[in-house]
Every structure is written in structure tokens, then in C-alpha cells.
């Protein structure tokens, strides 16, 4: 009896022990596993069932207390040292085991940190991304305006910058870190992890680049698109001013031509402008590609103003032109015949002053007279009807005619009395 109390002891024992050995071997499995989140259960698990073998030792224990009087010394001394062997090594697999909990719980949090990192940086390079998409849809409508959009965007790259040497910089760390202990598939993830980072950032970075060269090609064009714009507003400002002159009836002929030159000029200007602002179209269609609805109506709104002034100008111009080209030959024509009608008159005051002289005694020497001055009031009268009708139509030259018909009327009441 004793005896076989004695070989089922030191069996329990050593199947104990070889559970052990095993245990540490499985335990050892765990500890090289890349597959934190899975084995982190089963450790635990291994944990408690190492604990829970310090019931099975203390039972064993009992158990050779309680048949070491049916035993002799050596097997007694055998049982207690393979039972000290073994509390020896449930503390080595437990301190083992524990220690490769600790350390899975570690590499667990420090995945989990990883992840939540990587998706912190992807999250924040898809703001990004997603903030430049919305951004570049459209260019700003004034050279201002697109100076403050390539500021910005340059902000926005040093902003990157700082954040790819500071966070992206501890992402990649980590990435290093898992890929030395990691198994294939890890190491699999890990690279894709990098790889969608390093996408997402050359790609985000590249683009804002590129948006800035663009802008800052586009900057220079819409400058000179601004300068020119302005000039031809100015200009259009000046001719208007100008075009509000009024030309008096009254003036001569001088005054006249002088007005005549300098609308002549004012069209050759205009012209000009015209072709100018043919140019500032070609600009702004070109700009009106990238504009969003409501600058691209505010743009053709100006345009369309700037348009409408060009005409009535031109309109305006080659009116005042047609009509001081009527007027000046109104007043040449008018001039004429006022030279004409100072000969005239000229020659009827000598036809009078022939007349005048002593009348001879005989009745037929006075109706002779009085026939001569009847036949030049005639002609007079006749003359001032002509110089009314012409009055009616004079130019600039008005003034001369006046004067004349005030001759004629002096000379026809001086004939009618001498009659």
C-alpha cells in the first residue's frame, strides 16, 4: 500500500512538472507572437492556470505528509526534493508568464497607441487634402486677393512641414519599432500603413505646390489684367469729360476747326482704346475659367459697363464730328455769300451815290431819279429777303449777317427818304 503511495506521489509530481515545461514552452510561443489582441486572452489564461497548479502542489504536499510514516527515509527525501524542484518551477513559469502578460500588454497598448496615431495622422491629412480640394476649386478675382491665397497656401506648407517632422516623424518611429519583432503579415500592414502615409502626404504637398506655382503664374497676368482695365476705365473717364463740351453756335470759325482736330484726335483715340480693350477681353475670358458664379457676373458686369461707355463714346464722337464738319461748312457757305452781299451792297452805294446829284429842271429829269432809286429799292428789298432766308440757315457767322441786314435796312429807309 505503502508503495503504491510512494510511485502515484512521485508521478503526480513529475506530470506536474512536464506540465510545467510544457506551459513554459507555450508561454514562449506566445511571447515571439505578433498577434497581440489574440493572445493576450490565452496569456491570461495560461496565467491563472499556472496559479492555479500552487493548489495542486500544497495537495501534493499533503499527500506525503500524510504517507511519510508509511515511507522509508530515501523515498521520502526523493518526494520532498521533486516537490521543491517543482514549487521552483511553477515560480518560474509563473513569474515567466507573467512577465510575458506585461509585456503583450505593453506591445498591446503600444499598437493600439499606433493605430490611434496613424489615424490621427490620416484623419488630419484628409482635412487637409479635402480643405485644399475645396479651396482650389476656384481663383480669387483680384490680384490682392490671389497675393492672400499664395500666402496662405505657403502657410499651409510649413504647416504640413512642421507637422510631417513632428507626428508623421513619431508614426514612422513606431512603424520601425513594430516591423523589428513583427511577423510577415505585420510587417505587411506596417508597410501599407507607411505607404498610404507617404501617399496621402507627397500628394497633399504636391498639390499645394503646384497650386501655388499656378496661382502665382496666373497673379502675374491678372496684375497686367488689372493695369490694363484701368486704363482703359481712365480713359473712358477723360474722353466722357471731354465729350461734355459744349460747341457755342457763336464762335468762329477757328474755335470751330480747333474743335474739329481735337475730336478727330479723340477718335483716333478712341480707336485706340478700342483695341485695348478688345486685349482686356481676351484676358478676362481667360480669367472667367476659374471663377466662381459670382465674380464671374461681377467681372462681365464691368466688362459689360466698360463695353456700353466704349460705344457711347465712339457714338458720341463721330456725332460731334459729323456736325462741326456740317457746321464749318455751314459757316464757309454762309461766308461766301456774305462776300458776296458785302459786293452787292457795295455796288448798289455806288449805283447811289451816282444818283446823287442835282436834278435837272424838267419833270422827266425827276421820274428819270425817281425811277433809278424805285428799281435799286427793289433790288434792295429783294437782297434783304435773300440775307433773312440765309440768316435762317447761318452757321457760326450769324453775327455778320445781322450786321449786314442792318446795313440794308439803313440804306433802304436813306433811299426811301432821298425818294
Sequence with gaps: MAQTGYKNTKK?????????????????????STAITDKLSECKSKVKEVESKLMVIESLETKIDTISSDLEASEYEELKQKLTI??????????????????????????????????????WLKIKTNEFMKGSEYDPLKATNMEKKVARL??????????????????????????KNGDSKMKAKIDQHSSEIDSSLKSLKDHIKNRISDLEEKLELQREFEIEFQKC??????????LSTEVRGTINIAILDEHHYKFEKLKRDEEDNRKRVTEVFEKANKIMEKLTDADRISLQTQMDDVCDKQNH?????????????????????????????????TEIQRQIRLLNKPIGYRVEDAEDVLEAYGKILNNLKSFKSQMEDLQKTAGTNVNELKALLVQQEELISAIENQM
Design 12 to 32: 503526480e509530481i513529475e506530470d506536474t512538472e512536464s506540465w510545467f515545461k510544457a506551459k513554459y514552452v507555450e508561454v514562449q510561443a506566445l511571447s515571439s
Design 86 to 123: 517543482l514549487i521552483e518551477e511553477q515560480k518560474k513559469v509563473s513569474v515567466f508568464a507573467k512577465s510575458t502578460l506585461k509585456t503583450l500588454v505593453e506591445s498591446s497598448d503600444y499598437q493600439k497607441k499606433f493605430e490611434n496615431d496613424f489615424g490621427e495622422v490620416q484623419n
Design 154 to 179: 505657403k502657410k499651409d506648407l510649413t504647416e504640413i512641414t512642421e507637422y510631417e517632422e513632428s507626428k508623421i516623424s513619431q508614426v514612422k518611429l513606431g512603424i520601425i519599432s513594430l516591423k
Design 233 to 242: 476705365v481712365s480713359w473712358l473717364d477723360q474722353a466722357e469729360t471731354i
Design 313 to 345: 463714346v465712339a457714338d458720341t464722337v463721330n456725332a460731334k464730328i459729323n456736325n462741326l464738319v456740317k457746321n464749318i461748312e455751314v459757316y464757309k457757305m454762309t461766308a461766301q455769300k456774305i462776300e458776296n452781299s458785302v459786293n452787292h451792297l
